[in-house]
């Protein structure tokens, strides 16, 4: 797991507050055509990819579910910065992976907080199976996204109902953020 700078950590927390604060600065990001999302949270300064949600959401407790089961996590800091980038909780929308096939998602769970496709194992597996090749036995890590260096996912607007999506590099996720902090 990589530790994260405490004073950039401080940097990304004024900037949330600043969005919330400033109706301005939200207006503006919601022009964007393209975003970067991480497929890890923030725990105390710390990447990490929890044991039974996100990309181990098939390993949560309560009903049956299948290993290929995950989320991409949409926190409320990136809910607040993206308003409206995503057609409401109750609207699908067309995912263009690479390599042109199409996959349908929609924003899911309380207060909009994940991504996931429908059926839900059609994501997992893609990022599990197809790209990072993990078994279903294996609890996803942060250090497995890293040994294929990536961490972040891309979704760019192509119209409101469709966006290309497509894998980051390491680190993509906070350049993103990064380069919104220098313009706003």
């Not at 990819?49 to 290929?68: C, D, E, M, T």
């Amino acid at each position: 797991m990589e530790k994260e700078d405490s004073k950039d950590n401080k940097t990304l927390k004024d900037f949330f507050k600043k969005i919330k604060k400033n109706p301005e600065i939200a207006e503006k990001l919601c022009n964007l055509q393209k975003i970067i999302l991480p497929l890890y949270s923030y725990r105390k300064g710390t990447k990490k990819i929890h044991k039974k949600s996100g990309l181990n959401q098939g390993r949560a407790n309560g009903r049956p579910r299948n290993f290929n089961e995950v989320y991409i996590p949409f926190n409320i800091n990136e809910r607040n910065m993206f308003l409206n980038f995503f057609p409401n909780h109750e609207t699908c929308f067309k995912a263009i992976l690479p390599g042109q096939n199409i996959m349908i998602m929609k924003l899911c769970q309380q207060n909009s907080k994940a991504l996931m496709s429908n059926p839900n194992k059609d994501l997992g597996k893609w990022i599990l199976r197809d790209v990072l090749e993990i078994s279903d036995e294996k609890i996803v890590t942060y250090d497995d996204l890293c040994k294929a260096d990536i961490d972040s996912i891309s979704f760019e607007k192509i119209d409101n109902n469709s966006y290309k999506i497509n894998f980051e590099k390491v680190g993509s996720y906070e350049l993103f953020l990064n380069d919104l902090i220098s313009k706003y």
